[in-house]
T-cell receptor
C-alpha cells in the first residue's frame, strides 16, 4: 500500500493523558498536513510541513499540541493533557510541492477522550 | 472569518440520474476551489479542482463549475451510481503571498445518497 498511513486508527484515553499519533506520508511527497475533523463537519487545518520544516500552525493548535517531522518523512502529532474537546478524527495528508488542491489523505486517527 | 458553505446538507437521487451539489464561498482571493468525497470511516478523497481563472473543468463523469460573479461552486456528477454515495465537501485553497499550498478551508458537506 503506497497511500498515507496513520496509526493508531482509534485511541480511547482518559482526560489528562497524553496521546501521540503517527503519520507516514506517500514517500515522494515533501508536504505533510494535519487536519482535525469533528462529526458532521469538514476537516479543519492544523499545521503544515514542507520537508522537516513546520511552516504554519493554525490558532486551533493550542500549546498542548505539538507536531514534528524530524527527518522530513513521517510525522507525529502529540496532544498533552487531553481534554474532552479534543475528541475528533485527526487526519494526515501529503502532497507534492505544486499540488493545487489535491491532497492525499490518510484514513485518520479517531481520538475519544473520556 | 471568511468561509466556504453549502446550500443543501442532503441530496437523494436515483441511480443513473445526474447529481448537482452546490457550494457558496466568500474568499475571493482563493487560488483553487476543490471537491472532495468522503466515504464513511475513510479520509477525504480528491475528486477535482478548478483554478480561480477558469469557469469550468471536466473530469471523468464529473464537472465543476465556478461562478466568480456570485461566488458559487458546483459539482455535477453524471449517471450517478450507488458507489457515489458519500459526503461531498467543497474546499478552497488559501493563497498565501502568491504561493498555493494545502491549507484548505472546507465547507460543511453534503450527504449524497444514491438509490438503486
Amino acid at each position: 500500500d503506497t497511500g498515507v498511513s496513520q496509526d493508531p486508527r482509534h485511541k480511547i484515553t482518559k482526560r489528562g493523558q497524553n496521546v501521540t499519533f503517527r503519520c507516514d506520508p506517500i514517500s515522494e511527497h515533501n508536504r505533510l498536513y494535519w487536519y482535525r475533523q469533528t462529526l458532521g463537519q469538514g476537516p479543519e487545518f492544523l499545521t503544515y510541513f514542507q520537508n522537516e520544516a513546520q511552516l504554519e500552525k493554525s490558532r486551533l493548535l493550542s500549546n498542548r499540541f505539538s507536531a514534528e517531522r524530524p527527518k522530513g518523512s513521517f510525522s507525529t502529532l502529540e496532544i498533552q493533557r487531553t481534554e474532552q474537546g479534543d475528541s475528533a478524527m485527526y487526519l494526515c495528508a501529503s502532497s507534492f510541492l505544486l499540488a493545487g488542491g489535491e491532497l492525499f489523505f490518510g484514513e485518520g486517527s479517531r481520538l475519544t477522550v473520556l | 472569518g471568511e468561509s466556504v458553505g453549502l446550500h443543501l446538507p442532503t441530496l437523494s437521487v436515483q441511480e443513473g440520474d445526474n447529481s448537482i451539489i452546490n457550494c457558496a464561498y466568500s474568499n475571493s482571493a482563493s487560488d483553487y476551489f476543490i471537491w472532495y468525497k468522503q466515504e464513511s470511516g475513510k479520509g477525504p478523497q480528491f475528486i477535482i479542482d478548478i483554478r480561480s481563472n477558469m469557469d469550468k473543468r471536466q473530469g471523468q463523469r464529473v464537472t465543476v463549475l465556478l461562478n466568480k460573479t456570485v461566488k458559487h461552486l458546483s459539482l455535477q456528477i453524471a449517471a450517478t451510481q450507488p458507489g457515489d454515495s458519500a459526503v461531498y465537501f467543497c474546499a478552497e485553497n488559501m493563497n498565501a503571498g502568491g504561493t498555493s499550498y494545502g491549507k484548505l478551508t472546507f465547507g460543511q458537506g453534503t450527504i449524497l445518497t444514491v438509490h438503486p
